[in-house]
């Protein structure tokens, strides 16, 4: 039972490792990059084999027969042959054999194969199916079933020879030796072996597409510029290992030339009118043969003319009052078509501040009048030009008028708490004077309520009733209606406030909100002039 689980346990142990192996493998494959794998590889080396089974011995006296363990087979080699379809993925041809003490093991397998060809180190890992034939010293040989399971790690040397550093693989077979054992000793009758093996040795590669040389090609981003402008150079390469680093070297007939990786900048400042040329050596410094290309570009410096830019410059507004802001916009171009720049911002009052050709003045503090604003343009070869444009100042207009709050009544009946009552009148008639006194101004009673006040529309109540005292003829002054406006505010308070409005100003309705007097009607129940002077008794 003990032997049963151990095997059974080697042979999860072993496809466990296989599995990972494969899954790492493949996981990579894709990103190998060996420009020319060969076509066909050829194995030959030593191989060490434990078959990790047992086989027909002696009679064990009851009938039935000894098992007689196989002994790790130190002599042995092995062959293998594969062929590449795709740089990673072979079909592979097998042949191992191993003998000890009159004892051969040798197995004849084929199967798939996948290679990771990484930067000096091959892996791979095959599964692999066939057959496995045992030639006994004292028993008939026999054939049987058998796979094989595993991988290995080969060193190339050069294009044609590698070195298999190792190859470990995981080795099952079956054998059938019913002739020799009863069946009640089934494990023995049809033995299965859980081995191991392992190799070293030899690859001879065939075959494979030749290196592609290598290239490189330069251009620039301009093939004609003024001098003193800079020249980019940029060099490509083609057809070297992508997974290395390049070097480049830069080197031109004129200009300082600066290079950072495979992109230049020219400093063409002081240069002669002329054809130059700008070169670029590639290498990589892992590769010993094909790892290095040259490439050269042209470019033309001319001499400018030497023609000033032009400018103009204008203002918008051309007028504004005191702490007002200007837009100083201004035009500069070169009659040469040389790079132009506008600086030198000056304002003979304010401030002026500016980015580019555009400036922004600024008239705080500064007196009525007519402030000039001017900036220079200069080319990529000094030569400048200048140009102002004007703004004049104003004198601020004096404050628009502004409505003010004249007064307000309070509502303290908690039965009938939209009425306006005598001391409510007293000052509805004083807001009656003023406006009569200001024909021209108008008014606006803004109503207010408590949030505790469960009457439905009691600010406009408020405001409508103050509204009908002051218009229906019951104040010492009738007012035109069409001069008052009602709202209702968001103020908590038993209120109704009186806002003078003078001509020309306007109401800040912040807070307010105007009453629909279609949808609420004034509660015609002022008190009579009896119970007027009740309530001042009281």
Not at 361 to 371: D, F, Q, R, Y
Not at 402 to 415: G, R, Y
Request: charged share 20%.
């Amino acid at each position: 039972m003990s032997q049963r689980w151990g095997a059974r346990d080697g042979r999860r142990h072993w496809l466990g490792l296989f599995l990972t192996l494969s899954l790492i493998l493949c996981s990579n494959a894709a990103l190998s990059q060996q420009q020319d794998p060969p076509k066909a590889e050829l194995f030959a080396g030593y191989q060490w084999l434990n078959p990790g089974g047992n086989i027909p011995g002696g009679p064990d006296g009851a009938g039935g027969v000894l098992p007689f363990k196989l002994p790790s087979m130190e002599k042995g080699f092995g062959l293998a042959f594969g062929y590449n379809f795709h740089p990673n993925l072979a079909l592979e041809g097998d042949f191992g054999a191993n003998y000890k003490d009159g004892n051969d093991f040798s197995t004849y397998s084929i199967g798939p194969r996948v290679t990771y060809r990484g930067e000096g180190v091959n892996l791979f890992v095959h599964t692999l199916l066939g057959a496995n034939h045992l030639n006994l010293a004292n028993l008939p040989s026999r054939t049987g079933i058998g796979a094989i399971l595993g991988g290995g790690i080969d060193i190339p040397i050069i294009k044609q020879f590698s070195i298999r550093l190792i190859e470990a693989d995981y080795q099952w077979a079956r054998q059938n030796f019913a002739k020799e054992v009863p069946v009640s000793q089934p494990d023995l009758r049809r033995a299965s072996y859980s081995g191991v093996r392992l190799r070293s040795g030899v690859v001879f590669n065939f075959g494979g597409a030749p290196a592609v040389p290598v290239s490189a090609s330069c251009s620039v981003d301009h093939a004609e510029v003024m001098q003193g402008e800079p020249v980019t150079a940029t060099a490509s390469a083609s057809n070297f290992n992508p997974k290395h680093t390049l070097n480049y070297a830069w080197s031109g007939t004129g200009g300082t030339v600066t290079g950072k990786d495979n992109t230049a900048s020219i400093d063409t400042k002081g240069v002669a009118g002329g054809t130059y040329t700008v070169t670029a050596h590639v290498t990589d410094p892992k590769m010993k043969k094909n790892g290095d290309a040259t490439c050269s570009s042209n470019f033309t410096v001319k001499e400018p003319p030497k023609n000033p830019p032009t400018m103009s410059c204008s203002a918008s507004p051309t007028s504004l009052q005191t702490g007002g802001t200007a837009t100083i916009t201004c035009s500069c171009t070169s009659p040469d078509g040389v790079p132009v720049t506008v600086s030198g911002w000056t304002a003979s009052g304010g401030s002026v501040s500016g980015s580019g050709n555009v400036g922004t003045l600024n008239t705080t503090g500064a007196s009525p009048g007519v402030i000039t604003v001017s900036a220079t343009c200069s080319d990529s070869r000094g030569l400048t030009a200048n140009s102002s444009s004007q703004v004049t100042v104003e004198n601020p207009p004096p404050p628009p008028p502004k409505a003010s709050k004249l007064s307000q009544c309070d509502f303290p009946n908690e039965k009938k708490p939209w009425r306006v009552d005598n001391t409510c009148k007293a000052i509805l008639d004083d807001v009656a004077l003023r406006m009569q006194q200001e024909a021209d101004a108008k008014l606006v009673i803004v109503g207010n309520a408590e949030p505790t006040e469960k009457r439905k529309n009691l600010a406009a109540e408020r405001a409508l009733n103050s509204k009908a005292y002051l218009s229906g003829g019951e104040a010492k002054q009738a007012i035109d209606a069409t001069r008052i406006e009602t709202r209702t505010g968001n103020g908590a308070t038993k209120t109704a406030e009186y806002w003078v409005v003078p001509a020309g100003a306007t109401f800040d309705s912040a807070g307010t909100e105007a009453v629909d007097e279609t949808k609420v009607q004034p509660v015609p129940d002022h008190p009579k002039p009896a119970a007027k002077k009740k309530a001042k008794t009281q």
